[in-house]
């Protein structure tokens, strides 16, 4: 039997309003494939890894400023994957910390999207909400090879200067099989 897997990679660089960001201000449960990971665990079919076990690469790019990134193997076919990923209205049952997902009017007809997260950082409630246009990348040459992308774009927040980042999704075989 042939198992499909998809290697899911996200990144995306934030700039804050606030006080300096530091490291342990943006765990790794926080970035897009943690989160990522946590909606495959809890998709019935759809397997990952755990996400104590998801490399997360935090990089300071300027003054509060980072750009996080982090990659995952995830058992299953790109299409199941991709659903997730683009059911937009549903991803915040099933994403860790995300409180609030939903499409809202675009006015070129684009897909925008508002998001609410809320956690516990250092004992506080912490909670960002933004509103991005989203980019599903599709077609070409890309997608003939399995690869499929979603560019994400702040419009909004009164956290967030900037947030922009990527996910991108490609098929993966481990070598031998």
Same mark, same amino acid.
């Given at each position: 039997?042939?198992?499909?897997?998809?290697? %899911?990679?996200?990144?995306?660089?934030?700039?804050?309003?606030?006080?300096?960001?530091?490291?342990?201000?943006?765990?790794?449960?926080?970035?897009?494939?943690?989160?990522?990971?946590? +909606?495959?665990?809890?998709?019935?079919?759809?397997?990952?890894?755990?996400?104590?076990? +998801?490399?997360?690469?935090?990089?300071?790019?300027?003054?509060?400023?980072?750009?996080?990134?982090?990659?995952?193997?995830?058992?299953?076919?790109? *299409?199941?994957?991709?659903?997730?990923?683009?059911?937009?209205?549903?991803?915040?049952? @099933?994403?860790?910390?995300?409180?609030?997902? *939903? %499409?809202?009017? @675009?006015?070129?007809?684009?897909?925008?999207?508002?998001? *609410?997260?809320?956690?516990?950082?250092?004992?506080?409630?912490?909670?960002?909400?933004?509103?991005?246009?989203?980019?599903?990348?599709?077609?070409?040459?890309? *997608?003939?090879?399995?690869?499929?992308?979603?560019?994400?774009? %702040? +419009?909004?927040?009164?956290?967030?200067?900037?947030?922009?980042?990527?996910?991108?999704?490609?098929?993966?075989?481990?070598?031998?099989?």
């Amino acid at each position: 039997a042939v198992m499909h897997a998809v290697l %899911l990679l996200a990144s995306f660089a934030a700039v804050s309003y606030l006080a300096p960001l530091r490291q342990a201000a943006v765990p790794p449960r926080a970035t897009p494939v943690a989160r990522a990971t946590g +909606v495959m665990q809890q998709t019935p079919g759809v397997g990952a890894k755990s996400m104590s076990s +998801v490399p997360v690469s935090i990089s300071t790019t300027g003054f509060n400023s980072r750009c996080i990134s982090a990659s995952i193997v995830v058992g299953a076919p790109p *299409e199941a994957v991709w659903a997730i990923l683009t059911d937009y209205d549903n991803l915040a049952t @099933h994403v860790p910390n995300l409180v609030t997902s *939903e %499409l809202r009017p @675009h006015p070129n007809g684009g897909t925008r999207l508002f998001q *609410e997260g809320a956690q516990k950082i250092v004992g506080f409630d912490f909670r960002a909400s933004l509103i991005m246009d989203m980019d599903e990348c599709k077609g070409g040459d890309n *997608e003939a090879r399995g690869m499929r992308r979603i560019e994400f774009k %702040l +419009v909004e927040s009164a956290m967030f200067a900037t947030f922009e980042g990527e996910w991108r999704g490609e098929p993966y075989s481990p070598v031998g099989e």
